[in-house]
């Protein structure tokens, strides 16, 4: 998986290379395509846009503070959680089971964008892991459980740690569209951008034994810059291909069910391939 990964960023910036070239690279591409014929997708053209994700996640130090108790669990190991292919991508009931992208796009001037929407990411903690440990914890059962400066995970009795349902980044951004190849029906646009949005996770967290956390809430913010392709066919009908890199930060995730000040903060940078299809409203053509 980390080498698809791998293979995916770096087709991504070799586009951003080519693409972002001088006038010269622009006259190249034209010398072996007509673009006498050119579209554009002009201001006021809107599109929406549905698909699916598998992400990537750097390990991070998750800290945990509570009555009793304020430690770090340092360079944890995450994983995605893909759903398994089947009737649930489809379903209009459980569109929002499997690791999903909803976007909704209005140009504000010719081939600009604004770009609203949710990436539905799955983010899992591995729990076969010994992880480093820094801090204190009064309750002597789990205080017991470090040894060494470390605490392994893997029995679920000390932690269990997901962002399941999910890891909700809200994020509206901007994306500047470039047409670079079309033809009767079928028209080819590279796009790049970046954006900002909140966290909404609903976070799956037992700590200690107690009940299992799990609810929405506000945790924290994201950034991103994102670059994508884009197939349109007869002028409306879109299929996407995007990579997404970016950073994350949630100082106020909740681990217990009460009101109690209990919680974790953790921040990690992430990588993220989708793809889907779209419908184009009001195109317009050059």
């Avoid at 809107?46 to 340092?74: A, P, Q, V």
């Avoid at 995970?153 to 000390?158: P, V, Y």
Wanted: net charge positive; proline share 3%.
């Amino acid at each position: 998986m980390k080498k698809f990964f791998e293979l995916v960023f770096v087709f991504f910036v070799g586009i951003n290379f080519v693409f972002g070239q001088s006038n010269h690279t622009t006259q190249e591409i034209s010398d072996n395509y007509d673009f006498s014929n050119r579209s554009s997708l002009k201001k006021g053209t809107m599109f929406i846009f549905w698909g699916w994700n598998r992400e990537g996640f750097s390990k991070s130090d998750i800290r945990f503070k509570g009555n009793g108790y304020d430690f770090t669990l340092h360079n944890v190991v995450a994983h995605d959680r893909p759903s398994p292919f089947g009737l649930d991508y489809f379903n209009p009931g459980k569109l929002s089971t499997p690791e999903f992208n909803f976007r909704y796009a209005y140009f504000l001037k010719d081939n600009l964008a604004l770009v609203v929407g949710t990436d539905h990411m799955k983010y899992v903690m591995d729990q076969e892991q010994t992880a480093r440990f820094s801090g204190h914890i009064s309750n002597p059962t789990y205080a017991g459980m470090v040894q060494n400066g470390q605490v392994d995970l893997t029995d679920e009795q000390f932690l269990t740690f997901e962002h399941t349902d999910g890891l909700n980044y809200i994020n509206a951004g901007l994306e500047k569209y470039k047409n670079i190849l079309s033809k009767k029906n079928f028209d080819i646009f590279w796009a790049y951008g970046g954006g900002i949005g909140a966290l909404m996770p609903k976070s799956n967290v037992k700590l200690f034994g107690n009940e299992r956390s799990d609810r929405y809430h506000l945790a924290g913010f994201g950034l991103d810059a994102r670059t994508n392709i884009n197939f349109v066919f007869w002028d409306h009908i879109m299929a996407r291909v995007e990579g997404k890199f970016g950073y994350i930060n949630m100082p106020d995730i909740k681990t217990t069910l009460n009101n109690k000040p209990d919680k974790a903060s953790q921040d990690f940078v992430f990588y993220q391939v989708n793809f889907g299809v779209g419908y184009i409203f009001n195109r317009k053509l050059k």
